[in-house]
């Protein structure tokens, strides 16, 4: 069948909710086998988990500060050694991302931003990188956003981060793809999820007016972009930003 992720093993972060969650399902539906990945919200994980397995998936969670090279590292260690393999990374995890004037920002934020959205997926590939040329082959999906694309104001930290992290995936794309690896980015735009329940009604209004195809985006959407990367049928594409957001930066 085309598009299928059958006996391939896939690490979704900061999959316990939201985007991750949806990633971790459609991953799933595609036939992967997924290691879902948590930090501080155990029941959120857990509802996810038993989620996906109603949907007869494969699916098994690990704790791990997906900010953290030796967590990282040792959360790494026992999916392979469960599975054998990681065939697919997808660095999703993400902070709170406040909205503030640059004034208002600290070196503090800024550095966070940065650990996550740059060092993260650098620790995550240092450790799935030796299984994936051993077989020469391997997925690896950021998870960006469309805010690089649009440069949103007064979002300066976030905007900055998420730049660095699709010049990151560029590079690794051209230095990985002699050994059968691809790195391919999505970029979503506002899609509400539990991180957005207080987020002010005219707000959601205001961008939804400039979704050019007229409704809100989905984490099945994303996750729908996610499982087309990590597919054979995208083996012949890599460097690659794929916007998630009905058509906001048609550019």
């Not at 030796?70 to 999703?92: T, Y």
């Amino acid at each position: 069948m085309p598009f299928s992720l059958e006996n391939k093993v896939a690490l979704v972060t900061g999959s316990s909710r939201g985007l991750g969650s949806g990633i971790a399902m459609a991953l799933g539906k595609a036939g992967a086998k997924v290691c879902i990945n948590y930090f501080n919200n155990s029941s959120a994980a857990e509802n996810t988990l038993t989620g996906l397995r109603e949907n007869g998936i494969h699916a098994t969670m690990f704790r791990a500060d997906a900010s953290d090279r030796d967590q990282i590292n040792s959360m790494v260690e026992a999916i392979e050694e469960k599975f054998g393999s990681l065939d697919i990374l997808v660095p999703n995890a993400t902070p709170d991302q406040p909205q503030k004037p640059i004034e208002e920002y600290d070196a503090e934020f800024y550095r966070q931003m940065y650990e996550f959205f740059v060092m993260s997926p650098f620790y995550l590939t240092r450790a799935v990188l030796p299984g994936m040329k051993k077989r020469g082959h391997g997925r690896i999906i950021n998870i960006t956003s469309e805010v690089f694309h649009s440069s949103v104001p007064e979002f300066s930290a976030y905007v900055a981060a998420k730049g660095g992290q699709i010049g990151w995936s560029r590079s690794m794309a051209n230095e990985l793809a002699p050994h059968g690896i691809t790195v391919n980015t999505v970029a979503p735009g506002w899609i509400p999820t539990e991180r957005h329940e207080n987020d002010p009604q005219e707000d959601k209004d205001a961008y939804l007016k400039t979704i050019p195809l007229g409704r809100w985006g989905k984490p099945e959407d994303v996750g729908n972009a996610v499982s087309y990367f990590s597919s054979d049928e995208a083996s012949f594409i890599t460097g690659q930003t794929l916007c998630v957001n009905g058509g906001r930066t048609p550019w």
